[in-house]
């Protein structure tokens, strides 16, 4: 007896890495024609990455169910939390700032000799600084992208961040994507399509 056969399309498995850059909400995301081009004016990169990057999606529903029938009748969407988390392995005072969510041109300074990063304090600290997220990983096809947009987002990860003998200094990052209006999609995938 023989097993199932397997078709396979070896440009549609993927693996490697993805950049990730950082923006001001409301930077234009570049044309979905431009996928296949670094994101332009507004963006910073936020360089080397460790431990991959994660785009995850976690939904909770509410299942409409009757005493009179055993199944589920459906189920209807009641929360949706999509966040995008990786360790960013530069460890720059501004890297670190976008991880507390706080704007650089404010809380990061400088001077003769020393630049200085500062926590916002008092009730400017319950606000953070929201920012949009563009990550480029593969996508099938072969050596073409797939972006990640979100408009709007906070980084919600806990910041920790290590000096070892034998292991990179990281910062943690977690950005939790977050409304933007009854128009915009929080969050879009956008594959670049080979040419014929």
């Known amino acids: ?40 004016v507004g963006w910073t990169d936020l ?9 995850t ?13 055993a199944d589920s009748l459906g189920e209807v969407l009641t929360s949706r939390t999509i966040t995008v988390q990786t360790s960013l392995a530069e460890g720059t005072l501004e890297n670190l700032a976008r991880a507390l969510n706080h704007d650089i041109s404010s809380s990061v300074t400088s001077g003769s000799g020393f630049k200085k ?31 990640v947009q979100v408009g709007r987002c906070v980084s919600v990860a806990t910041v920790g961040s290590a000096y070892r003998k034998d292991g990179l200094y990281l910062i943690p990052v977690e950005f939790k994507a977050l409304y933007v209006d ?3 999609s929080p969050v879009e995938w956008l594959d670049e399509v080979p040419s014929a």
Not at 11 to 36: E, K
Not at 131 to 146: E, T
């Open 1 to 40: 007896m023989a097993g199932p056969s397997a078709t396979v399309t070896r440009t549609n498995v993927l693996a490697g890495p993805a950049q990730l850059w950082h923006a001001a909400v409301g930077t234009a995301f570049p044309a979905d024609t431009a996928v296949g081009s670094d994101p332009g």
């Open 47 to 55: 360089g080397g990455i460790a431990d991959g990057l994660t785009v």
């Open 57 to 69: 999606s976690n939904q909770s529903f509410f299942s409409k169910e009757i005493d009179n029938i």
């Open 117 to 147: 990063f500062s926590l916002e304090i008092g009730q400017d600290a319950m606000l953070p600084v929201e920012c949009s997220i563009l990550a480029d990983g593969w996508a099938p096809g072969g050596n073409v992208r797939r972006r």
């Open 182 to 184: 009854s128009a915009t």
